[in-house]
């Protein structure tokens, strides 16, 4: 047997493990409700907020004002970050101007300037979205621009020996030498969406995940606040999972596979 | 002597590059003069730093020069160009692209079809032999058949002349005596004028037509040796004393100018 040195939780396969994991994570939950019910609410009790909230369909009007916001905010992000990040990296003086002004923002908590953007554009969703818009910006122009900087000279030697033109070079080497890149943007970019989103719903509004955990903290409704906490985290999954999905499908040639 | 007899393909006149370094101007080359006959295979040695590559890649028109021109069939080079195929040391395939695709790359380029691009691509696969390889990602390659796959490439695009730039340089020695050894089976079959820039003296003499020495920095042709070894050759040759004797010569014309940096 090649297997016999090898312990015995080496031969439990993948889901099996997932399942364990959630076990114990819902193990220690129940702990914690038993020691502090007011504060972790049990399973039980967030299960029926759940329940409850989903017939009404007030939950499902939540989840969707913030992943509306969360999607605009870097849907825009992204289709904006890839010209910048192209334009820095091609013309020295934007990049002389612009990267300042992205590490100097950059290092600012988003809930330091939503105040500003509110006084802007008002309470609505346009500021909400503006936040999200400037934290996933600013994460993925960065990263994009390290990516088209990044592009192997001698490839680009290559393909003009081989008799490619500058559009050729642009279509045929930088667009997918830096695929990688952009999809490690989208990823970083849909974090910091999410993690943007509590910070843009802070204020106004009465839609929205964040909103409904304030307003329940404000009432002590923990059942609801956990609820929007775990819906948030299953939201954050999913983003992950899709962009981890398209990097297989475009990024599979890369020689460093990321795990 | 090898080469003459055969019309001038590339003729490298008086060719000067200088660059601007923080240190000042630096003369990389330095008045280079050399008839490349069509036909023929040219070996370059010289030490470190003497400005071979900088040479390949200005008749490559990649680079251009400060002073002098290169002619190409009496035309003078402006620009790179499929004409010049160049293989490089670090293999540069298009990592996003199988093996197949990164062969059709320049063929498609040239407005082929895809079919016929890909009927083109096969026959070189071949030549190499990487047929079973073709829809790999170059990540699934060991370092010589990625070299293989850039000189099927190189190959590919039919090019007057082919540039090599210490292309077996990063590879293990076995490996490189077997890809020395289908080179030279290639260029007999086909006779492509090329031109190869290596730091081993063996692997010039074992390969070459003409050997060219040049100086330490600034880089000029020091001298240009006949490699009077008739083809066809094999590792055997290696053994043969007037190889040996070639490979004394030449490495103590090497050896002196790499002294010369030292001091």
Redesign the interface.
């Known amino acids: 047997m090649q297997d016999k040195n090898k312990p015995i939780w080496a031969k439990i396969p993948n889901w099996v493990w997932v399942l364990i994991s959630f076990a114990c994570a819902i193990a220690l939950w129940l702990f914690a409700s038993s020691q502090l019910p007011a504060v972790f609410a049990p399973p039980t009790e967030v299960w029926a907020a759940f329940v409850s909230k989903i017939e009404s369909g007030i939950l499902l009007e939540h989840v969707w004002a913030s992943l509306s916001r969360v999607l605009i905010g870097f849907g825009l992000a992204f289709i904006t970050a890839i010209p910048v990040a192209f334009l820095m990296a091609w013309y020295d003086p934007i990049r002389h101007i612009v990267e300042p002004w992205i590490q100097f923002v950059r290092n600012i908590p988003p809930l330091a300037y939503v105040f500003l953007l509110i006084a802007w554009l008002g309470i609505g969703n346009e500021s909400k979205i503006a936040v999200i818009f400037i934290a996933a910006f600013l994460v993925q122009v960065v990263t994009i621009y390290q990516g088209v900087k990044g592009v192997?000279t001698?490839?680009i030697?290559?393909?003009?020996?081989?008799?490619?033109k500058q559009t050729?070079i642009f279509f045929?080497?930088t667009i997918?030498?830096t695929?990688p890149f952009i999809l490690v943007a989208a990823r970083l970019g849909l974090s910091t969406s999410l993690t943007t989103l509590m910070a843009s719903e802070i204020v106004g509004g009465d839609r929205g995940l964040g909103m409904m955990i304030q307003q329940a903290s404000g009432y002590y409704q923990m059942d609801t606040v956990l609820l929007g906490i775990i819906m948030l985290g299953i939201i954050g999954i999913c983003f992950e999972k899709i962009v981890r999905f398209l990097e297989r499908r475009f990024?599979?040639?890369?020689?460093t596979v990321q795990q | 002597m090898a080469g003459n007899g055969s019309a001038v393909k590339v003729h490298v006149d008086h060719v000067v590059k200088k660059f601007q370094t923080r240190k000042g101007e630096m003369t990389a080359l330095n008045g280079v003069d050399l008839d490349i006959h069509e036909n023929e295979f040219i070996t370059v040695v010289g030490p470190s730093g003497c400005g071979k590559s900088t040479l390949l890649n200005i008749i490559g028109g990649l680079e251009t020069p400060t002073d002098g021109q290169v002619l190409v069939d009496g035309k003078p080079v402006n620009g790179p160009s499929p004409e010049r195929g160049i293989v490089f040391q670090q293999y540069a395939l298009f990592p996003w692209l199988t093996v197949i695709k990164n062969v059709m790359f320049g063929l498609k380029l040239q407005g082929k079809s895809n079919q016929e691009a890909e009927e083109i691509a096969r026959k070189y696969l071949k030549m190499v032999d990487l047929e079973e390889f073709a829809n790999h990602y170059p990540k699934e390659l060991s370092g010589g058949m990625k070299q293989r796959v850039a000189i099927a490439r190189a190959y590919a695009t039919n090019p007057q002349v082919l540039l090599m730039d210490e292309p077996f340089g990063a590879l293990d020695a076995q490996t490189r005596t077997q890809l020395q050894q289908e080179l030279i089976e290639t260029w007999e079959k086909e006779r492509k004028t090329c031109f190869f820039i290596t730091h081993d003296v063996e692997e010039a003499i074992i390969l070459g037509n003409r050997c060219v020495i040049m100086s330490a920095r600034p880089g000029r042709v020091k001298d240009i040796i006949d490699i009077d070894i008739p083809y066809p050759r094999d590792q055997a040759t290696k053994m043969s004393p007037r190889f040996l004797e070639l490979k004394n010569e030449i490495w103590s014309q090497v050896y002196q100018e790499y002294l010369s940096v030292r001091k």
């Not at chain 1, 030697?157 to 490619?164: E, S, Y």
């Not at chain 1, 990024?251 to 020689?255: C, D, N």
């Open positions: 192997d001698t490839l030697k290559a393909a003009r020996v081989l008799g490619a050729d045929k080497v997918p030498a695929t990024t599979g040639w890369q020689e």
